[in-house]
């Protein structure tokens, strides 16, 4: 036992050595601006909730905050600058669920999601919009899946692109209710709109927020919401699950993150400082006008969120044969 406590008492200052710089670093943080990276362009959700959220989190960590857009390959172009970032807190980045479904979707990863990444934090939730062009002959949920299935492959949906957050809401709506409906992909969720209004496609998923206004102007018809409740934005509007499709769940997810290997005291600083804006009442009325949910979340919970979702996906896609592009 003496020999024990002595080898401690020995080490003691050589840990004291090690550590005394990342404490020291975490107090100093940030002595710079920070980079926050959206993996898209400027104009979507992720790049929509980043804005929402920065003026403040940078206010309540006492520095700078800017964005970077940096889009391409389905997001993994900008992930990967914050993998592969100095692990010093001063580059970080916000992705979408995509985060948990694109290593099924794509053959080659640039990174490693689960080792190369430091969980922030949950930002918040989303949710997307069966919507139908004025001419589809269905007025509700039930009444879609009874006419596709009298049909296989002759209606379609759109798309903002293949491996999307549109696309895979309806791959999960095809798989949950059993029917065959055709993707038509497009380069980008605003195109695809615009054709389902023209009945160039028959149904689409977007984002709630994008589709508002379409439906609130009388252009699309929203047949049911994807998430787990009813929106406050579109309160008449059902979710799929009470419309007809009880096992039907899907909400897109944002995630701020850091690179592997960022000091623990510096992510914890990061993290307090987002739930700490996110609490802010500016911030949330905010983020719920434009039909974001918030969701404040420990480091801890976001990387579990994550590890829980991606086999799911990893199923889903390999179930549906989806790639990516």
Known sequence: MQRRSLTTFL????????????????????????KLIVPYAPGGSADIAARLVTAEWAKALGGDMFIE????????????????APADGYTIGLQTVSLAINPALFARMPFDTRKDLAPIGMVASSQHVLVVNNGFPARN???????VKTSPGKYSYGSAGA??????????????????????????????LVDTIAGQV?????????ALPQVEGGKLRAL???????????????????????????ETWFMAFAPAGTPPAV????????????????????????GFDPTPSTPAAARAKLEQEMPVWAKLVKERGITGE
């Open 224 to 250: 049911g919401v994807t998430g787990g409740k009813r929106s406050s934005l579109m309160p008449d509007v059902p979710t799929i699950a009470e419309a007809g499709l009880p096992n039907y769940l899907f």
């Open 141 to 147: 949920v039930a009444e879609l899946i009874a006419k």
């Open 163 to 192: 491996g999307s957050t549109f696309h895979m809401a309806a791959e999960l709506f095809k798989a949950t209710a059993g029917v065959s409906i055709l993707h038509v992909p497009y380069r980008g969720g605003g195109p695809a």
């Open 69 to 84: 857009n940096r889009a391409g390959a389905g997001g993994n172009l900008g992930v990967d600058v914050v993998a592969k």
């Open 202 to 210: 028959d149904m689409s998923f977007p984002v709630l927020s994008a």
């Open 267 to 290: 992510v914890e600083k990061l993290n307090a400082a987002l739930n700490k804006a996110m609490a802010t009442p500016a911030v949330r009325d905010r983020m719920v006008k434009e």
């Open 11 to 34: 080490l003691l200052p050589a840990l004291a050595a090690v550590c005394l710089p990342f404490a020291v670093h975490a107090q100093a943080f940030p002595e710079r601006p920070i």
